[in-house]
């Protein structure tokens, strides 16, 4: 298991970009895959994007493919996603997770670590 804690939420305007970071605690944060997720207001979380281990490959939702960008610093034991081109459906709280038993899969429950959740709000 590994401790995650989400930062960088906050309200943006549509088209706008925002940065989350995902920080990590664990004796071998490289060796996990990690993951961002959502959950829109009313809805069943969703996968978002995933990225190997130790790290390099990335892979993306639908909704999200060209907009998000995935990615990681082990040194810093930090994962990030980047969101671009935001849209007012993109409201949702957002979460990192970590996989420590697949180091490729987007199936919530592959992931036995979850952060708390940045809340991101995207306005009209």
């Known amino acids: 298991q590994v401790q995650l804690v989400e930062s960088g939420g906050g309200l943006v305007q549509a088209g706008g970009s925002l940065r989350l970071s995902c920080a990590g605690s664990?004796?071998?944060?490289?060796?996990?895959?990690m993951g961002w997720f959502r959950q829109p207001p009313g809805k069943e979380r969703e996968f978002l994007a995933g990225i190997h281990c130790p790290g390099g490959g990335a892979y993306y939702a639908d909704s999200v493919k060209g907009r998000f960008t995935i990615s990681r610093d082990n040194a810093k034991n930090t994962v990030y996603l980047q969101m671009n081109s935001l849209k007012p459906e993109d409201t949702a709280v957002y979460t990192c997770?970590?996989?420590?038993?697949?180091?490729?899969?987007?199936?919530?429950?592959?992931?036995?670590?979850w952060g708390q959740g940045t809340q991101v709000t995207v306005s009209s």
């Open positions: 997770a970590a996989a420590t038993l697949y180091c490729y899969t987007n199936r919530p429950g592959d992931f036995g670590s």
């Open positions: 664990g004796r071998t944060f490289s060796s996990y895959a």
